[in-house]
């Protein structure tokens, strides 16, 4: 028996859902990730990890982005993104987090701060 990792097949509606449904700010970083547009890194939208639907993963760098909207800015919310966290971090991923008024403000310093965490820039 395998243990599988990636794309649980529980999840798999959500996962549709959640790539019909995305938020604005959602649209506007694929804009820019999709098609290996930023650094020719290959992203992935609303990719399972374990138990986990990341908004957005690039397996070659192991790096997960999330969008925060209001929220994850709860008592709650904080609490459950820091446990995610961790635990993706457990399996070796790192996660940037940005609120998406800042992908909707200033998209330039967003990008930035991506590009900063790959492994060897192209």
């Known amino acids: 028996m ?3 990792l990636y794309n649980l097949y529980y ?3 959500t996962r549709i859902y959640l790539r019909k449904n995305m938020t604005e ?3 506007v970083l694929w804009e820019v ?5 930023l650094c020719g890194r290959k992203f992935r939208r609303q990719h399972s990890i374990g138990h986990y639907i990341a ?12 969008l925060d909207g209001q929220h994850h ?3 709650e919310g904080i609490a459950k ?11 070796d991923k790192k996660v940037l987090r940005f ?3 800042e992908i909707l403000n200033n998209l330039t310093e967003v990008l930035k701060k991506i590009k900063s965490e790959f492994i060897k820039l192209s």
């Open 2 to 4: 395998t243990n599988k």
């Open 33 to 37: 990730l999709k098609e290996k547009k």
């Open 73 to 75: 800015f709860t008592e």
């Open 99 to 101: 609120e998406n008024k």
């Open 81 to 91: 993104d820091l446990e995610r966290d961790a635990h993706l971090a457990l399996m």
């Open 25 to 27: 700010a959602e649209l």
């Open 11 to 13: 999840l798999k509606e």
């Open 55 to 66: 908004d957005f993963y690039c397996s070659s760098e192991k790096l997960i982005i999330e």
